[in-house]
């Protein structure tokens, strides 16, 4: 076909292709369409008329809880969902955002229009809806929201089966519960070994701790011995039966992650987490080039496409997305099996509320590539996991024998105090706590 021709059969197949599409209102600047429903039908809904369940969502509420400013959580007032529906079964979620609890807050009820009337049976359509179909994508704010109403949903689906939320996933994995880590510092080896003695009285296997000090993207050799040195007196005072991870917080440029990853190989670590900044995966990929230390990032990440390149490049061992932030039970779910796919282990984050930490609880008991689940705690119960028992009504989130007891009861397993919640009234959005190098420049805590 000669050239003229070839492009005049393109240029009619565009034309062809024209008639075709729909003729839609435009907006404004003519870049997107203007669609009104014709009535009070929930969008999306009509095609599954005949195929849903006579439950509907006929409420959404969103309570912001402020905990005491002794606790030092003020950057993450904790953000609760509630999904009312027609027949009185009720789902509570968790969208705290660190930081950012007034926007999360915002953005569950931007998305209330999309759920009232819908079948809260439809949890992936929904998802679908509430992710996609807000055209803007990915993002803490939004990905926070969806994870509230997701568990929401999703504990809404349970109550209504009469099952807990793991069983619908196809779980237990394991019937002894999940194996999980607390919090712990320690400055000394008797301080290590202190607390390596109190994890073992309450049979916990694993802690985690931090690098002693901000680091410079070009470091010196005192401050990188520094840290060295601090995780030399962790394995010391704990011994070489519990297991600890440290977490790097994305201090270190790919340099310096490299050379504390070398000097710190005969530890034996359980893992070391966000060695370099989780949104630039070049830098994190060369600087694990060589290490044999289990590497662990994804608690910023967001959606389960927010994790599809580093588990497609392989960079890594261990994901820790977050189940407030990720996408809910939903992303965290599909997340986990890629990874299994991959041959990665899943370790998730939940420093923010109970709801949250009992929701990835579920994920994780049908997960076969389960690794350790993370609660922002320490080994001695304090006054946070007591304000936890009296908003939920049990011991919320406390290892028996160094894993978390599986709940028992239907969708997320319990049942919240809303008289409780009075007494820790929204106090505002607080910023997220800030770190800054020697010079004035901002520094990743």
């Not at 949890?123 to 993002?139: A, D, I, K, M, N």
């Amino acid at each position: 076909m000669k050239r003229r021709a070839l492009f005049g059969a393109f240029a009619a197949a565009g034309a062809m292709g024209q008639t075709r599409r729909p003729n839609l209102p435009r907006d404004a600047c003519g870049c997107a369409p203007q669609l009104k429903r014709s009535d009070d039908t929930p969008p999306g809904s009509k095609a599954f008329a005949n195929v849903v369940s006579n439950l509907r969502i006929t409420g959404l509420r969103v309570f912001g809880v402020t905990l005491p400013e002794r606790l030092g959580q003020n950057d993450r007032p904790y953000v609760f969902v509630k999904i009312e529906t027609n027949q009185g079964v009720v789902g509570w979620g968790e969208a705290t955002l660190e930081g950012k609890a007034a926007a999360a807050m915002a953005c569950v009820l931007d998305l209330k229009d999309l759920l009232i009337g819908n079948d809260p049976m439809q949890v992936e359509h929904l998802y679908q809806l509430l992710y996609v179909g807000s055209f803007y994508r990915g993002g803490p704010v939004l990905g926070s929201a969806i994870s509230g109403i997701d568990q929401a949903l999703w504990d809404i689906r349970g109550k209504v089966m009469g099952l807990p939320v793991y069983e619908l996933l196809g779980g237990p994995v394991d019937p002894r519960g999940i194996r999980g880590y607390y919090h712990a510092s320690a400055w000394t080896v008797e301080q290590a070994r202190e607390i390596g003695a109190k994890a073992r009285a309450e049979g916990v296997t694993a802690l985690k701790f931090q690098l002693p000090d901000l680091l410079e993207w070009v470091e010196t050799n005192a401050k990188i011995k520094r840290a060295v040195r601090a995780l030399e007196i962790y394995r010391e005072g704990l011994g070489p039966d519990i297991d600890f991870a440290v977490d790097f917080h994305a201090r270190p440029s790919p340099t310096v992650a490299a050379i504390l990853l070398r000097e710190i190989e005969p530890l034996n670590l359980l893992f070391a987490e966000e060695i370099c900044p989780p949104e630039n995966i070049r830098a994190m990929q060369r600087a694990v080039r060589k290490a044999t230390t289990p590497i662990a990032t994804g608690e910023r990440l967001i959606a389960a496409y927010g994790l599809s390149e580093i588990i497609d490049l392989g960079i890594v061992d261990i994901l820790q997305p977050d189940i407030a932030h990720v996408g809910g039970i939903t992303a965290l779910w599909k997340v986990s099996a890629a990874a299994d796919a991959a041959g990665m282990r899943m370790a998730p984050h939940a420093c923010e509320g109970p709801i949250g930490g009992i929701a990835s609880l579920h994920v994780d008991a049908a997960c076969p590539n389960m690794l350790a689940q993370e609660i922002c705690g320490a080994v001695e119960s304090g006054e946070r996991n007591r304000i936890w028992e009296e908003l939920l009504g049990f011991p919320a989130m406390r290892m028996v024998g160094g894993r978390y007891p599986l709940p028992t009861r239907p969708g997320l397993g319990f049942d919240l105090n809303e008289g409780a919640l009075k007494k820790y009234p929204f106090q505002g959005t607080r910023p997220f706590v800030t770190a800054f190098h020697e010079d004035g420049a901002v520094g990743s805590i």
